[in-house]
């Protein structure tokens, strides 16, 4: 049962252009969202977070929407780079065991075109 | 220092062996974590340590053997391994406890080959 879903598994977009990626959970007791960035052979690289007491977070190029009622999420990245071509997940983070359980997403392969 | 490093890079082993996966942070971050990562999959949670203490085993199997011998380090242990246990294994921190940004910071994983 994945709790986290990327139904993209894949996107290319320009350079220059804005990079939509999404993802959608079903457990409304998720209290906090991540967006990571993973290159081959290597461990994931935090981006960007929002709380789910928030609907809009930016950090420079990239911007973290969440839609609690449509238990949607979706990062934006302008102008995308050719360096943002990586493999995207999103994490939910799950407290409701009394510990911090982050629950991944299966991922997105952004390809930026040069 | 926002580094979580991991100890080897690659291991290679075979079914009958035992080995350790190291993992350190030196971030003050109380909440450790391994993860298993196949090929074109997200990372798998297997094990959570808050404050030095087991709280999260997602019912992996007893061949692998986290230990958390203090605040900075984590260990997985292993022996008796099978091939489909060949994988990238993550370790990851994180500040722990409910209030404000929580991310995850991860290592950059042992590529593990069983054979």
């Known amino acids: 049962d994945q709790q986290v879903k990327q139904n993209s598994p894949s996107l290319s977009v320009q350079e220059g252009r804005i990079s939509i990626l999404n993802c959608d959970y079903t457990n409304s007791m998720f209290d906090y969202f991540l967006w990571y960035k993973k290159y081959p052979a290597e461990g994931p690289t935090f981006l960007i977070s929002i709380s789910s007491i928030k609907d809009k977070n930016e950090d420079g190029r990239f911007t973290v929407f969440l839609n609690k009622s449509a238990k949607h999420l979706s990062l934006h990245i302008v102008p995308s780079q050719p360096g943002d071509s990586a493999v995207y997940f999103c994490?939910?983070?799950?407290?409701?065991?009394?510990?911090?359980?982050?629950?991944f997403g299966t991922g997105t392969r952004l390809k930026v075109l040069a | 220092d926002t580094e979580v490093t991991q100890t080897p890079k690659h291991l290679v082993m075979g079914m009958t062996n035992k080995k350790s996966l190291k993992c350190e942070q030196h971030?003050?971050?109380?909440?450790m974590y391994w993860y298993k990562q196949k090929a074109k999959k997200p990372p798998e949670l297997m094990f959570v340590y808050s404050y030095e203490k087991l709280s999260i085993n997602e019912s992996v199997p007893s061949r692998f053997s986290p230990e958390c011998p203090n605040s900075s380090l984590l260990n997985l242990h292993l022996h008796a391994l099978q091939p489909e246990d060949s994988a990238l294994y993550l370790c990851a921190s994180s500040r722990g406890g409910q209030r404000g940004r929580n991310e995850q910071f991860f290592g950059p994983g042992t590529r593990l080959t069983v054979l």
């Open positions: 994490a939910a983070r799950d407290t409701t065991s009394g510990t911090y359980k982050y629950i």
């Open positions: 971030m003050g971050h109380r909440a």
